[in-house]
């Protein structure tokens, strides 16, 4: 895994030696790559990116040259296409020294033309700058902290939060937003640390920070074809060349494979480009015959004739502990990393020396896995098309068995700027939380919404951006303490595969009676007939629940830090877990989180030796103490300001 840690003080203030060497030691742990440490005055850079561009050719041991610097990380899937922009073809050059002679020639404005999942920050002296860069997706992690006149900015969140061996104070609206859904993008568990948002620029100047979208879904310009075979054409080729642009790797590859349709396309387009040659992991729960993937699964691997590893994820009584590290977790990570599954996927993972995982998120928001026919109405009457209007209006009606004005109701109230019955039930009804945290915290209890807007974008195209919104937090939020070298990609992300299905009428991705439409036509040929004719997966919560009530019996043995922060009354979290091993309506899935951020509560606090052992003469806040800081009862002692203003250009 490759990485970089940049510390920036733009008034000229020495380094904090201890600061530098602490983040060091932290990077040492994620990266697989030597760490280059390359200084000049008031910057240092720890760079373990395995190449280099003007770097390598302009810098010694222990000076950085005057030109602009890159720091790049990811992989770059339209390599040809800048190539013909910015260098010689006749001359290849590794990506960072492309990306960096195309900065050279073009600036900012070749961020919009690097398609692939990437992270870049570009470090510019002469100008004092710092530009900081992401994905449009954002399946690549890059934060920054600004104190003063100071700026630190990291791919690992580690070494911006424990270098100087003190936790920052907790962000109380993150953890809001992480009890309910996924918080917003650019926020981190902690006040003051920030993550860069995907498809966008961060500048960082003396006194001044910027944030820009360089790139938006809803720029995308219309696609209209005379017949189904050519959408289905189209996507069929956007699809192959999504799946291809994510196996390039020099170790194994593992695909998850559920037996849906997401999954079962990634596996069997793989095949169809490396002949069998990526292995699968599907999950089943024996407890749960309603829910057993390995009927569904077994389908494809008969079909690429190779079977594939099978974890069972089924309720246990056993609770495993965390893989040890040197370094504390800093965000909280979900129950299920401490399940004997997630330790069982750990050992696969290690054993087979498997370095990237294939996942299929994305699938079901993109390509109309949920079959609402709101945006494609939606969009029909923003156009003023009425006999369309009403000739689809019927047919959902049928195929929803609901009356046609109830239908109509719902498209207009998708435009309404406000719908109490819809805001209410997407608030968290979480009673266990304290009356004070729910007032301060309403906002970020309940999940995010959006309305259409009559103009501007059609209805459909604002649908898809938000539900890429939505999934970019998802990504940006989730926290793994398994193999620290696992590279996530998910080829239904692919920037052109989501444009395409973003630029088509709705009407090809879902059909009355028939979900994933323009997905069922296309890989006819590709998928198993098994699948493909599989009915939509049912959501399972008997598991869920067996797992809250042994994770608490568990924790209700100790004293709950959440408790003590004031965040969650115990008396009442108890009676709600209760409730819910009754068969009562509860909210499960915010049970399940205040139980994990619990248990993260208690590393941070098993975790503080690391910190105590970074510090200088002892000058560390123990986990537990920081954490009362999150409701401001206490200073922290910090170098300058932990906040600033971000501007939205």
């Known amino acids: 895994m490759r990485g970089h840690f940049g510390i920036w003080d733009f008034d000229g203030r020495p380094i904090d030696e201890a600061d530098l060497a602490g983040a060091r030691t932290i990077l040492e742990s994620f990266v697989t790559f030597p760490i280059r440490v390359l200084r000049q005055g008031a910057l240092a850079i720890l760079d373990a990116s395995g190449n280099g561009a003007r770097i390598a050719h302009e810098v010694d041991a222990a000076g950085i040259g005057g030109a602009d610097q890159v720091l790049w990380s990811g992989r770059l899937d339209n390599r040809r296409e800048l ?46 700058e710092l530009i900081l860069a992401k994905d449009f997706a954002g399946t690549r992690p890059l934060f920054y902290r600004v104190q003063g006149s100071s700026v630190a900015w990291s791919t690992v969140l580690e070494s911006l939060v424990l270098s100087d061996g003190s936790l920052p104070p907790f962000s109380e609206e993150f953890l809001a937003a992480w009890l309910s859904s ?78 849906g349709m997401d999954s079962s396309s990634i596996v069997c387009m793989c095949d169809q480009l490396l002949d069998g040659r990526v292995d699968t992991v599907t999950y089943f729960d024996s407890a749960e015959p309603g829910w057993d993937e390995i009927p569904f699964a077994a389908t494809v691997e008969m079909k690429r004739k190779r079977n594939g590893h099978h974890i069972d994820i089924g309720p246990s009584e056993k609770i495993r502990s965390l893989p040890r590290s040197s370094v504390p977790p800093v965000a909280p990570p979900s129950l299920y990393y401490r399940t004997p599954a997630a330790e069982e996927f750990d050992r696969i993972v290690v054993a087979n020396s498997y370095r990237v995982i294939l996942s299929g998120i994305g699938g079901d928001e993109m390509l109309g896995g949920i079959p609402t026919p709101i945006p494609e109405l939606a969009d029909l009457l923003v156009r003023w098309r009425a006999s369309p209007f009403l000739r689809q209006s019927f047919c959902w009606a049928m195929a929803k068995k609901k009356s046609i004005f109830a239908l109509w109701r719902s498209v207009l109230r998708s435009f309404l700027p406000f719908d109490g019955f819809a805001a209410s039930s997407r608030n968290v009804s979480a009673a266990w939380l304290t009356p004070r945290f729910r007032e301060r915290n309403s906002e970020h209890l309940s999940a995010p919404r959006t309305r259409f807007r009559v103009f501007g974008p059609l209805p459909s195209v604002q649908a898809n951006t938000a539900a890429l919104e939505i999934l970019t937090r998802q990504i940006s939020c989730v926290s793994s303490p398994g193999p620290a070298a696992l590279e996530w990609r998910y080829p239904f992300l692919d920037r052109d595969l989501v444009a395409f299905c ?91 989180r205040t139980l994990a951020l619990e248990y993260w509560m208690r590393d941070l606090d098993s975790g503080s030796s690391f910190l105590v052992g970074l510090s200088e003469s002892g000058k560390t806040n123990h986990a537990s103490r920081v954490a009362n800081e999150i409701l401001g009862r206490e200073s922290p002692k910090q170098k300058g300001g932990d906040s600033h203003d971000v501007c939205q250009a």
């Open 502 to 592: 973003a630029s088509i009428p709705r009407e090809q991705l879902v059909r009355p009676h028939q979900r994933r439409s323009l997905m069922r036509r296309a890989l006819a040929e590709v998928i198993p007939q098994e699948i493909l004719q599989r009915k939509r997966k049912a959501y399972v919560s008997r598991g869920l629940v067996t797992t809250l009530v042994a994770h608490w019996e568990n924790l209700r043995k100790g004293h709950l830090r959440l408790e003590a922060m004031d965040i969650v009354d115990a008396p009442a979290l108890r009676y709600s877990i209760e409730q819910a091993s009754q068969g009562k309506d509860v909210p499960v899935l915010p049970l399940l």
């Open 182 to 259: 996924f918080p917003e993008i650019t926020s981190t568990p902690y006040r003051g640390v920030f993550s860069v948002p995907p498809c966008s620029i961060v500048r960082i100047r003396p006194n001044q920070v910027v944030s820009q979208k360089y790139w938006s879904l809803e720029s995308a310009k219309g696609i209209r074809y005379r017949t189904d075979k050519q959408y289905e054409e189209h996507f069929l080729s956007a699809f192959r060349e999504s799946v291809r642009r994510r196996l390039d790797s020099p170790m194994p590859i593992l695909a998850e494979l559920s037996g």
């Open 83 to 128: 190539e013909g922009l910015v260098a010689n073809p006749f001359h290849p050059a590794a990506d960072v020294e492309l990306i960096q002679k195309g900065f050279d020639r073009l600036g900012t404005e070749l961020l919009p033309r690097i398609v692939g999942d990437w992270s870049v920050s570009i470090v510019r002296r002469t100008q004092s």
